[in-house]
Structure formats: structure tokens, C-alpha cells
């Protein structure tokens, strides 16, 4: 799983190895989101995730393309190249996050400016890492470019699609489901209806602060 091969004193190559790890590194952050948030929107996109890893596997048996040059790498998945599964979990991921920012997260606060400035860099920085891990493993010889270049295709359409079946299907189920008692039990929470989901949590933060504050001062 964390296993990738590049050739011996290649400086870009240490350093595409490294970013080609991406996924894992997507999946850690998931997991941990969730244990600490358990917010049903997270956990649909965890959901979309897997789903988009099954289909990639799908399609890859269906279609049985293989790796480049027969493939160089001793220690690989499965030999079938066509889609790349790093390229298409990273565009569904890098496609997907960028329809959260702009049609979830669609209000902004007081500082209009700053807060459509982070927009527009996280989702350039999420769009450069899908092509330079797309880039990485056509360098380090795991596929070829067409075979990334229908990866992300097929990631880009299936975040779409998610997200699109979230929006409209999931969405309106998830205040029913935060109500169930097994999600009562473990915490699990409804944010749909909150637009600006960091922009709630930094001011009830906040205030929650301030009056914890206040009562420390009256009890001294």
C-alpha cells in the first residue's frame, strides 16, 4: 500500500514517490476527521471515496489494459493499468472538495476578501496535487498517460455525480438519520443547514470561549 518504487538518485523521483502517497494520506485525514467531527457530510464523502475505489477496480478487470513496459515494478496492486486509481482518487477527492467550497460553502463572512482568497487557493493547490500525483505515476512508470488521463476523467465525473447524489438525495435524509439513537450514541451530527460550516464552528467557538472567560472572572 505504501510501497513505491523509483529510480536510485532521482531527486524528483524521491520526492513524486513521496507525493503519490497522497491517497493514504487522504484516507488518514478522513478517518481522523471523522472520529473527531462524526459529521454525516463527511462521512458521505468517505462514502463516495470507496465507492469511486470500486469502480476503478471494476472497470480495471473489465477493460485489463496493462501497466506500462509490462510492468516494471515488482510490488503493484493489481497488473491491470487502465484506470489509474491514484489519479482517479485524486481527482473525485480534488473535484468533489472544490463543489464543497464553492456550491456547500456558498456564504461567506464579514471578511469577503480573505475568505474568497482561501477559496480560490485551496482549490488551485487541490487541483495542482491531483495532476502532479497524475504527473508522478506516468514518471515513475506505473501507467502510461492515457491510462491517467481516463483516471481522471472517470474521478471528475464520479465527483460530480456524488456530489450531485448528496446534495439532492442524501441532504434532505441526513437530519432523519442524526435523530436515529445509534447516531445520538456516537455523536453524529447534521451540519447541512449551517452554510458556512467553519464560519459557524469559529464563532460559537469563539463566544463559548468568551463566557467560559467571563465566568472565571466573576468567580475570581
Same mark, same amino acid.
Given at each position: 500500500?505504501?510501497? +513505491? ?9 524521491? =520526492? ?15 478517518? %481522523? &476527521? ?5 459529521? =454525516? ?16 477496480? &471494476? ?41 464543497? =467550497? ?29 495532476? &502532479? +500525483? ?31 447524489? %448528496? ?14 439513537? *445509534?447516531?445520538?450514541?456516537?455523536? *453524529? ?13 469559529? %464563532? ?11 465566568? =472565571?472572572?466573576?468567580?475570581?
Amino acid at each position: 500500500l505504501t510501497h +513505491v518504487e523509483y529510480p536510485t538518485g532521482d531527486l524528483s523521483g524521491h =520526492l513524486l514517490a513521496y507525493l503519490s502517497l497522497s491517497p493514504v494520506f487522504v484516507i488518514v485525514g478522513f478517518v %481522523t &476527521l471523522i472520529i473527531f467531527k462524526r459529521e =454525516l457530510h463527511t462521512i458521505s464523502f468517505l462514502g463516495g471515496l470507496a465507492l469511486n475505489e470500486g469502480v476503478n477496480w &471494476l472497470i480495471k478487470h473489465i477493460i485489463q489494459e496493462p501497466r506500462p513496459c509490462g510492468g516494471p515494478h515488482m510490488a503493484v496492486g493489481t497488473k491491470y493499468g487502465m484506470p489509474s486509481s491514484h489519479s482517479q482518487f485524486m481527482w473525485f477527492f480534488s473535484v468533489y472538495s472544490f463543489l464543497f =467550497l464553492y456550491l456547500r460553502m456558498h456564504q461567506t463572512n464579514n471578511a469577503r476578501f480573505l475568505d474568497l482568497l482561501w477559496r480560490h487557493v485551496l482549490s488551485l493547490g487541490l487541483l495542482a496535487a491531483a495532476f &502532479l +500525483v497524475s504527473y508522478s505515476r506516468v514518471y515513475l512508470l506505473y501507467h502510461t498517460w492515457s491510462q491517467v488521463l481516463y483516471g481522471g476523467i472517470a474521478g471528475s465525473l464520479m465527483a460530480v455525480a456524488w456530489f450531485a447524489f %448528496t446534495q439532492e438525495v442524501l441532504t434532505p435524509l441526513f437530519p432523519r438519520i442524526a435523530a436515529w439513537p *445509534i447516531s445520538e450514541f456516537f455523536l *453524529i451530527r447534521d451540519t447541512s443547514l449551517i452554510p458556512n460550516v467553519l464560519w459557524f464552528e469559529y %464563532t460559537v467557538t469563539r463566544a463559548e470561549a468568551r463566557n467560559r472567560q467571563r465566568k =472565571l472572572g466573576t468567580k475570581l
